[in-house]
């Protein structure tokens, strides 16, 4: 950092976890989105020329899809503008230093965080220490 640059200010963030638990599942490019993806309150889909990713509620997921890992999902309160930085940054670098894995999704008002629900407890304690406040 040269003489006459600050390090820019950590935020710290509200954010609540959604009930229940999550999913990840990625299936081929071209299958049709599946109607078990959409209940609950949180979905997200996104295809790419590679996969067809869907997030969404563990126990939408017919078992034979095999979900794989459980997830928590941890909801940023925003919205945050577009020309604010470093909210995602602020939030993860805890988790990120100590080797908490995460998957981020960004919507158009705000970040969801996923996080493996065996990480879930510690997870949560980095967060508080590092200053993040969990809403009820």
Known sequence: MGPNETKPSRQLLRFRQ???????????????????????????????ADELSIVCA???????VAPGLRWICLKLEGPF??????????????LSNNGVPIFAVATYDTDYILIP???AYHALVLLGEAGHELLQ
């Open 18 to 48: 959604l009930s229940g638990a999550y999913a990840i599942v990625r299936l081929a490019p071209d299958t049709a989105i599946p109607e078990w993806a959409g209940p609950g309150n949180f979905t997200s889909i996104a295809r790419t």
């Open 58 to 64: 563990a126990e939408s997921v017919p078992k034979d």
């Open 81 to 94: 503008p577009f020309s604010q930085t470093g909210v995602l940054l602020s939030f993860i670098e805890p």
């Open 117 to 119: 629900q065996e990480h």
